[in-house]
């Protein structure tokens, strides 16, 4: 059985130890203080006798070191190292992913965890619920008051029954029956069961920041934090690009929030009403009959696809064969047919394969593009002249 130094003390990363199995890549020590990952904390990594350990884990109740191309035997005493530089980011990290959230449920008291992931890349907290930044943002002053005061991160183990359970923030169910219960504390403002690894002290973090929220589907919000010197640049980095935002909008970095969201309703009314002028336009096109076809089409400026879409979809319902082009930075373009005399997926790949693009769909409804925005007219005079060629040949 292998002792566990991660279990009592995450400071540890130099030991010795015994070999006790090889097989290939896989090590077993008789005592270890590479932690195999668990809690969303990922494992450690480092050397053992000088050799890589590329990662630690466990394999049928055994403590696993992958050490490729391993030249070790049972019964060598080795001398082993785990990466400090990396250990020590991730109980940073794993401390302040406690702290973060208590910090955030204090503003969401409903808000549980569903997910958190700790490693030296990436570090953020899945909550079941939707938060604003404004949550986000008296969250982190609460988070970094809290690491001002530097407050003792404390682990305890306790007992399923033990009636001071019910102040602990835990997943029971995650938990298998007769297992002891390891309860990490953050002073008396959080109390929360994991098998992590912490620091000792909340100033140990220096600094904790959100850079990013994102969607997790079905699993609710993904908050995602940087702590320490990486919480420090990334602080930085942001204030920066909005104090440059400021300027670029002519606003007082204080009011970049409304300025912004002016100009997104300002934006989107110019969009409707640009809209509504280009659906005008597009019902209106003049109409060329070949054999009995009518060929209706038009280039246009940068148009919301779904303007283009219906016009599409309606000129195809009444039978005729309709060319839109939409040039902004790039072009698309969409074809549509209401006759089996032309096959829009056939054209469209035919024509932009000459202009290096492409398209697909399906006979009566097409779509594609080229990036040369200054060859719009010119794909839209190919097209046109490649159906009425082809419906001329019909008798």
């Known amino acids: 059985m292998t002792e566990e130094i991660f279990r009592r003390d995450g400071y540890a990363f130099e030991f010795e130890s015994n070999v006790l199995s090889v097989e290939a890549d896989e090590v077993e ?16 990594t480092g050397t053992i006798r000088g050799l890589e350990v590329k990662e630690t884990y466990y394999k049928a109740g055994k403590i696993v070191h992958k050490v490729p191309g391993n030249d070790l035997r049972k019964g060598d005493v080795v001398w082993c190292s785990v990466d400090w530089d990396r250990r020590y980011d991730l109980m940073m990290g794993h401390t302040g992913e406690h702290l973060l959230f208590c910090s955030l449920r204090k503003q969401v008291p409903e808000l549980s965890v569903n997910k958190i992931f700790i490693s030296p890349e990436s570090k953020y907290v899945v909550v079941d619920g939707e938060v604003s930044w404004e949550d986000i943002r008296s969250a982190l002053v609460f988070a970094n008051q809290a690491i001002r005061d530097n407050l003792p991160v404390t682990k305890t183990i306790m007992s399923r029954d033990d009636p001071e359970l019910e102040k602990v923030r835990i997943k029971k169910e995650r938990i298998p029956e007769g297992e002891d219960i ?56 942001m204030a920066n690009a909005c104090l440059e935002a400021s300027d670029a909008i002519e606003s007082k970095p204080e009011d970049l929030v409304r300025a912004v969201s002016n100009l997104k309703n300002g934006s989107e009314t110019l969009r409707k009403t640009a809209g509504r002028f280009v659906r005008k336009r597009i019902m209106d096109l003049p109409t060329q009959t070949v054999n009995g076809v009518d060929v209706v089409g038009g280039v246009f400026p940068a148009v919301d696809r779904n303007v283009f879409a219906d016009a599409a979809e309606m000129y195809k319902s009444s039978g005729k064969v309709c060319i839109l082009v939409s040039a902004g930075d790039s072009v698309s373009i969409i074809l549509s047919s209401g006759t089996e005399r032309i096959d829009c997926r056939d054209v469209l790949s035919k024509v932009l394969a000459d202009f290096g693009g492409r398209g697909g769909g399906k006979p009566d409804f097409a779509q594609g593009g080229i990036a040369d925005a200054d060859a719009a007219d010119e794909a839209f005079f190919r097209l046109r002249e490649e159906i009425v060629q082809r419906l001329q040949l019909i008798k």
């Open 29 to 44: 020590l008789d005592i270890t203080a590479f932690y195999p990952g668990g809690g969303g904390q990922v494992c450690d």
């Open 182 to 237: 390891s309860v990490v504390s953050i002073g008396d403002i959080d109390l929360s069961a994991c098998s992590g690894l912490h620091v000792m002290e909340t100033g140990e973090l220096e600094m904790i920041f959100v850079d990013r929220k994102v969607s997790a589907g079905k699993d609710g919000t993904a908050v995602h934090f940087k702590v320490g010197n990486a919480a420090k640049d990334a602080a930085m980095l």
